[in-house]
């Protein structure tokens, strides 16, 4: 830091009651060292250590946008350091002070119109869109009730995994259901700190889902819907879909029949591995297709590298990393010498596919469920 630092014991307390394991952090470097975006303006390990003296200056308001909220620098801290609740709770005091992207004001009020940040579409048009599969679902008595993420749900590339999902389940012979209401789960608004809308929005996605859904299962596609669902809705299982395939596969109700001759890799989404340890299912799910070759990027798991999306403040804000992060990890997915690219979130396709347009490999990008689809067949 090189300045003699004032210690700010006032907000040094309000800190350590908002994220008490700050206090648990010893300096080692882990965080710095992982974190995908680490410069000369980057450095998260002294961010923890500013806010363990209680300063958080103007300069920290300005490069804390710049983190994907990726998870990594969490996942491998030894002392189990909450750094993405400091990085949050960072924001949400930029924001008091108003220092943030002009893009979130854009992102927030498309979330308070239309329900969803990427705007386009209202809930009406959720319905229209998803009325192309109606024919395949049973909203009277569902087993499981898929939640379409709202950047699924007006793209017609993602639409493709929606219908694959369904497809795939109801060989498994479960009835399956589609929550049609609010789009957004509500997780760009946490991330982006914006806490008082965050509340407000979430209570009236609860109560929404709660006297829609009746089935004990919400299966989702994106790991970010998950995440924030299991957040605020009590007496559902949420579940994203690599887990309760896994399930399927290992009981026998899924049945994988065909076999294929192919090598993949598959991409972990970081709101899969680093933020929730679902690290083994989607490996599980692969290796039980007949014929299928997994091979491991560079970096995998806790290790694998964001995407750039990150935790929707990548992908919404377009933040200066996240592209130059997306085509880093199309590069090594290209190096392992699979064909195939794989992942099971909605925001690391859409970056993945998108790099790929740009670089022009000859790998193909494919969501999980997609793949399997494929291979099932009709
Ligand atoms: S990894 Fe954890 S303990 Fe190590 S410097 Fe970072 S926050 Fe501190
Ligand atoms: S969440 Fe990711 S980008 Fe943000 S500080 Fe941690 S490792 Fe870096």
């Known amino acids: 830091m090189g300045m003699p630092v004032t210690v ?14 700050l206090s648990l952090c010893y300096q080692c470097g882990t965080c710095s060292t992982y974190c995908p975006i680490t410069d000369e303006s980057y450095n998260i390990r002294l961010i923890v250590k500013k806010a363990q003296l209680g300063v958080v200056d103007p300069k920290d308001f300005k490069v804390i946008w710049d983190c994907v909220t990726c998870g990594t620098c969490q996942a491998l801290c030894p002392n189990n350091v909450e750094i993405v609740n400091l990085v949050e709770v960072i924001r949400t005091m930029a924001m008091k002070s108003k220092v943030f992207p002009t893009k979130i004001n854009e992102i927030l009020w498309k979330i308070y119109e239309n329900q969803n940040p990427w705007g386009g579409y209202t ?9 192309q599969f109606s024919g395949l679902i049973n909203n009277e008595n569902p087993d499981v009730v898929i939640y379409p993420c709202c950047l699924s749900v007006g793209d017609p590339r993602l639409q493709r995994h929606i219908k694959a999902l369904i497809r795939v389940l109801t060989k498994a012979g479960l009835k399956v259901g589609m929550y049609t209401g ?11 700190g914006n806490k008082a809308f965050y509340e407000e929005y979430t209570a009236k996605l609860r109560d929404s889902i ?18 924030a669902l299991k957040k605020y809705l009590k ?87 996240s592209t130059e992060l997306s085509k880093r990890r199309l590069k090594e997915a290209v190096d392992t010498g699979a064909s195939v690219v794989l992942t099971a979130c909605t925001y690391c396709f859409r970056m993945l596919e998108d790099a790929n347009k740009v670089m022009r490999t000859s790998l193909k990008v494919m969501d999980l469920v997609e793949f399997l689809d494929s291979v099932m067949g009709d």
């Open 235 to 321: 007496g559902v299982r949420v579940v994203h879909y690599v887990e309760l395939l896994d399930e399927l596969i290992r009981s026998g109700k899924l049945k994988i029949d065909k076999k294929v001759d192919i090598t993949v890799t598959y991409h972990d989404p970081c709101y899969l591995s680093k933020h929730q340890r679902i690290i083994e299912e989607p490996r599980r799910v692969i290796t039980s297709i007949p014929g299928v070759r997994l091979v491991e990027m560079a970096h995998s798991r806790e290790k694998s590298l964001c995407c750039g999306a990150g935790g929707g403040g990548g992908i919404a804000l377009e933040t200066r990393v």
């Open 123 to 131: 809930v009406t048009d959720k319905r229209r869109f998803l009325a």
């Open 182 to 192: 609010l789009s957004c789960c509500g997780d760009i608004i946490l991330h982006t």
């Open 8 to 21: 700010n014991f006032e907000l040094r307390e309000e800190l350590l009651k908002l994220v008490p394991t």
């Open 210 to 227: 709660m006297s829609s859904v009746k089935a004990p299962i919400i299966v989702t596609l994106s790991p970010h819907c998950e995440y």
